[in-house]
């Protein structure tokens, strides 16, 4: 099930001859049109031609999110804005918003490589897709959509939102695909359980989650609620939206980064430089085809390792591991760093614990508190106190064990958490840092 069995599978050779012809014609396209990028690279010694393989990409400086919010919002684009086709934005989490445009070509390539990522779950022309990513800015529901259509299946433009109307769609229209967050979709999930409606007697067979860090063992809560494969995607505004890198079904282990449109780096986050495959880092990207929006080097904060080893899917296409959190989720508790998805393995593999959480952080006397609050399930919270307590006691003993740190934890009635239709908010830190 490859879309573009010509570009998915090139022998390695083949694929770095081609990325070093695209990325050399790229920085020399940014240098002619972008003053802003050809201050950076002036300043960093490079001269257009003066790229000879694909090691000398370390040698160009990185583009940041500063940057994004410096030249806010157009003067990183490269095309004058009457080529221009769309504009995009995520909502930073101050201020400003990050904004990216797309040419006609940007589109299709898009449209292309979601389309790609839907293959990687073997969905085919014959699916009914039911998009539940947000439409608008964002660029889930969007990019979602385009890559559905190109895909040849029937979309069903719902966006995120009207829980019980998704659900009944979903069994009128026999939706196959679920495309939204993994938190939404495990939403959806414990609202089919109110509403008393089996998945067994949905059509539903498999799901392209992604947009916020998730956990392996939120992946089995949500294929065993919804009783379908869940595929985990990946991407971001800044480098296109979804459609950057995709799991295969065949594996279901590391997403392909797509090579032949973007060169994926791991580097040391503190000190800049290039890590070898394998080893864990914050995640870089350059895009080597976009036309309107090209990054150079772009920081993405997130954390992951490209798996070297080969897939057998057939893919060439260099793996990475799943976003095991950003650079900037790290919660520093007394010292000792902890990333929410590490805290939501250790509470997954808790009986009787559900899939809803939410982390509090504040200061007591200068000292760091994180409380971890919890959903147990209706028969444990009904319990006698004691029971649990002991439940709470033992979750704050395997996380002291397993990451170190101690917290306090909260064991909470069933859906008093606030349940997302977007990325879900995972920690909410008082402390003013
Ligand atoms: O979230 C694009 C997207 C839409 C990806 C739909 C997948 C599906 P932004 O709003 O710009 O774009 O947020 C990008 O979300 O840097 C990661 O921190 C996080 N993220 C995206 N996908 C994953 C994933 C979209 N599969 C930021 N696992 C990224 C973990 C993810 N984190």
Redesign the pocket.
């Known amino acids: 099930m490859i879309w573009n069995d010509e570009f998915e599978t090139l022998p390695r050779e083949a694929l770095e001859a081609l990325q070093l012809k695209r990325m050399r014609d790229m920085v020399d396209r940014v240098f002619a049109t972008v003053p802003f990028y050809r201050a950076k690279l002036s300043d960093a010694g490079y001269a257009p031609g003066s790229i000879r393989t694909l090691a000398d990409l370390a040698s160009l400086p990185f583009t940041t999110k500063e940057d994004l919010r410096v030249t806010y919002p157009f003067g990183l684009f490269a095309e004058p804005m009457e080529r221009v086709v769309r504009i995009h934005a995520?909502s930073g989490t101050t201020g400003k918003p990050?904004v990216v445009g797309y040419t006609k070509k940007d589109i299709d390539t898009w449209s292309e490589l979601m389309a790609r990522t839907l293959s990687c779950g073997h969905a085919t022309h014959r699916d009914v897709i039911q998009i539940a990513?947000g439409y608008g800015l964002?660029?889930?529901g969007l990019?979602?959509h385009y890559g559905a259509e190109k895909l040849g299946g029937t979309v069903i433009p719902m966006s995120g939102g009207n829980n019980k109307r998704q659900i009944m769609l979903m069994q009128d229209f026999r939706s196959t695909v679920l495309m939204s967050?993994p938190s939404y979709a495990l939403n959806l999930a414990e609202i089919m359980g109110e509403e008393g409606v089996d998945p067994e007697t949905l059509a539903l067979r498999v799901g392209f989650?992604?947009?916020?860090?998730?956990s392996e063992a939120m992946r089995a809560e949500i294929e065993k609620k919804l009783k379908i494969d869940a595929i985990?995607?990946?991407?971001?505004?800044?480098v296109m939206?979804?459609g950057v890198a995709s799991e295969c079904l065949e594996e279901k282990h590391g997403?392909h980064v797509f090579e032949d449109h973007f060169i994926p780096e791991i580097i040391d986050p503190s000190t800049g430089g290039v890590l070898p495959w394998g080893e864990t880092g914050e995640l870089v990207f350059t895009t080597i085809t976009k036309e309107a929006f090209p990054v150079i080097r772009y920081r993405?904060?997130?954390i992951s390792r490209l798996i070297p080893e080969p897939c057998r899917c057939g893919r060439t296409h260099v793996r990475m591991e799943?976003?095991s959190g950003?650079t900037d989720d790290m919660l520093i508790i007394r010292g000792v760093n902890v990333f929410p998805s590490q805290i939501e393995s250790v509470l997954m593999a808790v009986e009787g614990v559900e899939p809803h959480y939410q982390l509090i952080v504040w200061r007591e006397e200068s000292l760091d508190v994180l409380e971890v609050q919890v959903e147990v399930e209706e028969a444990i919270f009904s319990d006698k106190i004691k029971t649990l307590e002991g439940l709470s006691r033992r979750v704050e003993r395997t996380i002291k064990d397993l990451l170190g740190v101690s917290c306090k934890v909260k064991l909470v009635e069933p859906k008093s958490i606030q349940r997302s239709e977007g990325?879900a908010k995972r920690v909410i830190d008082n402390r003013k840092l």
């Open positions: 995520s990050v990513y964002f660029t889930g990019g979602a967050t989650f992604g947009a916020e860090p998730w985990d995607i990946y991407g971001l505004s800044e939206g979804p997403l993405t904060r997130d799943r976003v950003r990325k």
